[in-house]
């Protein structure tokens, strides 16, 4: 297709709305139609990047095949279109001022003011259609971080409006807003709803859509008093009602019209039938489990859900390809002890360890290792959690006393997790890990060897440390076993235990890739392991 067309989603009333899975169920919409769609974030902060974010902030960072580190949000659009991300698709305020005055500094804008309309503007633009290039989408989505009428917010607002003249009816903008039900009335109101579009108003973009986030369904004198006001079509008034399961939302939106009413406003046909077979075979294996097992989260971010979001959103993955319920029981590493870690862990028919930075709660995240060995539950650690594992081992069974990561004790005796030699000479935070994709060899007749159905896998990291080579034989020795290796670095990539019905520790983030069409098979073989303990415990 010739010419792209832009969609732009904003967001007004409260933030958390979900304009991510909106954007991202829209998107799969027009994938169904046999559209090629991406979705950008746009981050209204100042960091270059959220790499150097605290996962209390925004919840976890994303990681990338190409390295960059983003926004959550990636995440989903990764996890509902099954089509890689990459940095183009996350910008920040940050990235775009630091390109501004990176340009000021050479002398690329010869002699002028370098001001925010037009520099930042055109520097957003820029970015925006940086995406377009090589036609390699017909549709590109970009959602605006944040909530109309912040203050950072203002110069996306007004790439928009200028985007939207200048590309006439190829770009359409979708406003979500909430519909608060007042139960002391027993009434669903419009007036935020009517406020967020007139500041929207107030900047010059008059929205196309309006999405609404209700408890409740809307009545059509709703919708059309939201029309009315707003100046939309009745028709272009979508509800988006809360559903058991974010996987839910791209059905919702067709039933609503949602893909064909954008998919008008931008001149393209709607003729194709939308083709989500696939997807409604996962949602219906989701909500039609045959069976349940109870996995324990051993983590230090666990207050903050999003914190691990990739991870829990892997599992219900996983679920759904096993067809069981997956409970969930978010457990704080911070609280665990040798003491209490039998009371706190007891019932669980599998143990994830998750990834992590520094020592707080590292100690209770070693005491659910050694759990999970000794009593044969089934274990996935990842990053510090494969780290956890390692370190677990050669503290007791090699009985290399005050063994640990230098990471967390950098004198220890026996650095089994040693810092990286390509980390040793780096001083700065941001984007400096080993970051994104790298191969690895899977060792074969090893038991991740019938997980993974290619010998040679790619899989995306983010860290400092690894496992230090010099102990690679005693570990051998004692049964447990480096299965999976980067042929280039000879980094070890995976553990595996001897005699133990389901232990895996991996260095990469394979909560990364697992999406709705193609779960990560570790994710699936832990929850298979994990249904096995559920039986035997019944
Ligand atoms: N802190 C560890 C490292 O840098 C693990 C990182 C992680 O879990 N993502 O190697």
């Known amino acids: 297709m010739k010419d792209t067309r832009y969609i732009f989603v904003t967001g007004g009333v409260v933030s958390s709305l979900g304009k991510g899975i909106i954007s991202a169920s829209l998107a799969r919409l027009l994938k169904a139609r046999g559209l090629k769609v991406t979705i950008q974030k746009l981050d209204p902060y100042i960091n270059v990047d959220p790499g150097t974010l605290n996962p209390y902030e925004h919840g976890e960072c994303f990681v990338t095949d190409d390295g960059a580190e983003t926004d959550l949000d990636l995440g989903h659009y990764e996890r509902f279109l099954n089509v890689p991300t990459s940095q183009a698709n996350n910008v920040t305020t940050g990235r775009i001022y630091q390109s501004v005055i990176d340009k000021e500094r050479r002398g690329d804008y010869l002699g002028e003011t370098v001001q925010i309309i037009p520099h930042i503007t055109d520097e957003i633009k820029y970015r925006i259609r940086l995406l377009a290039a090589h036609g390699k989408y017909d549709v590109i989505i970009t959602e605006?971080?944040?909530?109309?009428?912040?203050?950072?917010?203002?110069?996306?607002?007004?790439?928009?409006?200028?985007?939207?003249?200048?590309?006439?009816?190829?770009?359409?903008?979708?406003?979500?807003?909430?519909?608060?039900?007042?139960?002391?009335?027993?009434?669903?109101?419009?007036?935020?709803?009517?406020?967020?579009?007139?500041?929207?108003?107030?900047?010059?973009?008059?929205?196309?859509?309006?999405?609404?986030?209700?408890?409740?369904?809307?009545?059509?004198?709703?919708?059309?008093?939201?029309?009315?006001?707003?100046?939309?079509?009745?028709?272009?008034?979508?509800?988006?009602?809360?559903?058991?399961?974010?996987?839910?939302?791209?059905?919702?939106?067709?039933?609503?019209?949602?893909?064909?009413?954008?998919?008008?406003?931008?001149?393209?046909?709607?003729?194709?039938?939308?083709?989500?077979?696939?997807?409604?075979d996962f949602l219906n294996r989701l909500k039609n489990p045959k069976g349940k097992t109870k996995i324990g989260l051993i983590g230090k971010y666990v207050e903050l859900k999003d914190s691990y979001k990739s991870i829990l959103e892997s599992l219900i993955h996983a679920g759904a390809k096993n067809q069981v319920k997956v409970e969930i029981e978010l457990i704080?590493?911070?609280?665990?002890?040798e003491e209490n870690i039998e009371e706190k862990l007891k019932g669980l028919c599998g143990v994830l360890v998750a990834p992590g930075f520094g020592e707080r709660g590292f100690e209770g995240k070693i005491a659910?290792?050694?759990?999970?060995?000794?009593?044969?539950?089934?274990?996935?650690?990842?990053?510090?959690?494969?780290?956890?594992?390692?370190?677990?081992?050669?503290?007791?069974?090699?009985?290399?006393?005050?063994?640990?990561?230098?990471?967390?004790?950098?004198?220890?005796p026996h650095p089994v997790i040693d810092i990286m030699e390509s980390q040793k000479k780096v001083s700065g935070k941001g984007g400096t890990m080993r970051l994104g994709a790298y191969p690895c060899e899977i060792k074969k007749g090893s038991k991740v060897d019938k997980v993974y159905t290619e010998k040679l896998i790619h899989e995306r990291h983010r860290h400092r440390y690894e496992f230090n080579n010099k102990y690679i034989e005693m570990y051998a020795m004692h049964g447990m076993h480096a299965v999976g290796i980067n042929p280039n670095e000879d980094l070890v990539e995976i553990v595996e235990l001897d005699g133990h019905p389901w232990f895996v520790g991996v260095q990469f983030h394979p909560e990364y890739k697992s999406t709705v069409e193609e779960p990560h098979p570790l994710f699936t073989a832990f929850i298979a392991a994990a249904m096995e303990e559920s039986k035997k415990k019944n």
Not at 217 to 222: F, K, P, R, S, V
Not at 332 to 337: F, G, I, N, Q
Request: aromatic letters at 6%; one cysteine or more.
């Open 368 to 412: 659910a290792v050694k759990y999970a060995r000794v009593n044969n539950i089934p274990f996935l650690g990842i990053c510090l959690g494969m780290q956890a594992a390692v370190i677990e081992f050669a503290r007791n069974v090699l009985h290399l006393e005050g063994a640990n990561s230098r990471e967390v004790d950098r004198r220890t």
């Open 144 to 280: 605006i971080g944040g909530t109309v009428g912040d203050i950072e917010s203002l110069p996306y607002i007004e790439a928009v409006r200028q985007m939207r003249w200048e590309l006439g009816n190829k770009a359409a903008v979708i406003h979500l807003t909430l519909v608060p039900y007042l139960s002391a009335s027993g009434e669903l109101k419009s007036k935020p709803t009517q406020h967020s579009v007139k500041t929207l108003l107030e900047l010059g973009v008059q929205p196309d859509v309006i999405v609404c986030r209700a408890e409740k369904q809307l009545t059509e004198g709703i919708k059309s008093k939201i029309a009315l006001f707003c100046n939309v079509k009745e028709e272009a008034v979508i509800e988006s009602i809360d559903v058991s399961t974010i996987y839910e939302v791209p059905i919702r939106m067709r039933d609503e019209k949602l893909d064909e009413v954008v998919l008008k406003k931008i001149g393209l046909p709607t003729d194709k039938p939308t083709d989500l077979v696939g997807w409604e």
């Open 332 to 337: 704080h590493s911070e609280y665990l002890t």
